[in-house]
T-cell receptor
Framework: RKEVEQDPGPFNVPEGATVAFNCTYS??????FFWYRQDCRKEPKLLMS???SGNEDGRFTAQLNRASQYISLLIRDSKLSDSATYLC???????????FGSGTKLNVKP | NAGVTQTPKFRVLKTGQSMTLLCAQD?????MYWYRQDPGMGLRLIHY???????AKGEVPDGYNVSRLKKQNFLLGLESAAPSQTSVYFC???????????FGSGTRLTVV
């Protein structure tokens, strides 16, 4: 079983739509959670950390559900520029125990 | 501010050849990492370093060696390349704990 699992998608949504991705993790000892964005043939870039209380950054909202062991990313008012692959990352607060999901692809269409 | 620079960006190797990938960071980060990314597999940690002169194995270290003689540089070596090592290689660095990784732009390696 993979440490971190994501629906690969693609999620095809129109501009202005709201879209949500989930990511499940297998290790209940996981302590730090992140979402990264990766554009085609580019390096991953940190989008946001995920805090226990949930956090928001503009149109993006991240949530953590420890009981069910998943994190989510909600994107409101989707833009064409949001088209990318979104990587879920889970860490056990040990610098070498850092697991990446294989990513969820989002296509925002005009 | 260059951040993390990887060289080369592309390379084609024949089976059995060797090569070294260079990662350089100008942010004075202590931690440096080498990952490989394959379709459907996500990013997998090859080796990492917690400071100058230190290295450690990650999830998929076989067939690779690393060195960190200077704090700003982290080298990844392939001793005898195999087709299974065809991948995109990313270097990353961070201050402390791996939140806020900064990645290099990647090296696309093909082994034929």
């Amino acid at each position: 079983r993979k440490e971190v699992e994501q629906d690969p998608g693609p999620f095809n949504v129109p501009e202005g739509a709201t879209v949500a991705f989930n990511c499940t993790y297998s290790n209940s000892a996981s302590q730090s959670f992140f979402w990264y964005r990766q554009d085609c043939r580019k390096e991953p870039k940190l989008l946001m950390s995920v805090y226990s209380s949930g956090n928001e950054d503009g149109r993006f909202t991240a949530q953590l559900n420890r009981a069910s062991q998943y994190i989510s990313l909600l994107i409101r008012d989707s833009k064409l520029s949001d088209s990318a692959t979104y990587l879920c990352v889970v860490n056990m607060n040990n610098f070498n125990k850092f697991y990446f999901g294989s990513g969820t692809k989002l296509n925002v269409k005009p | 501010n260059a951040g993390v620079t990887q060289t080369p960006k592309f390379r084609v190797l024949k089976t059995g050849q060797s090569m070294t990938l260079l990662c350089a960071q100008d942010m004075n980060h202590e931690y440096m990492y080498w990952y490989r990314q394959d379709p459907g597999m996500g990013l997998r940690l090859i080796h990492y370093s917690v400071g100058e002169g230190t290295t450690a194995k990650g999830e998929v270290p076989d067939g690779y060696n690393v060195s960190r003689l200077k704090k700003q540089n982290f080298l990844l070596g392939l001793e005898s390349a195999a087709p299974s090592q065809t991948s995109v290689y990313f270097c990353a660095s961070s201050w402390d704990r791996p939140y806020g990784y900064t990645f290099g732009s990647g090296t696309r390696l093909t082994v034929v």
